[in-house]
């Protein structure tokens, strides 16, 4: 998972006093890393483009244990703080859940479920 510029000892610190959330951590580490080929599979694609027709399919795949409540949640909040591709990211996860465009912003972490 590709950590966003300049806050890669932030997520370091962050995911290292997660002892009981691994798992969390985890998943979202794969699923970023999913999504990210994807992105470079189909680089001649627009960013937002890839990732909202790989991140449910990527979901689906990554999600074998039925994550749910305050772990998925996590999960969401490591995505769109810390990778890379957390604000296409947040754009796509707000579209599934139909949050109004007005409402996913850089400062929020949750906008969802």
Known sequence: ??????????????????????DSVKYAETWAELI???????SNMPLLEVVNEYAWKFKCRVD???IVGA?????????????KYGKEFKQ?????????PSRIDDNSVSNCI
């Open 71 to 83: 772990y998925y949640d996590l999960v969401l909040e490591i995505i769109k703080s810390y990778w």
């Open 36 to 42: 990210e080929g994807a992105i470079e599979k189909y």
């Open 64 to 66: 074998m244990q039925g």
């Open 1 to 22: 998972m590709q950590i966003l510029e300049g806050k890669e000892q932030e997520y370091v610190n962050y995911t290292n006093a997660m002892e009981y959330f691994k």
């Open 92 to 100: 796509w996860h707000g579209t599934i859940y139909r949050i109004p």
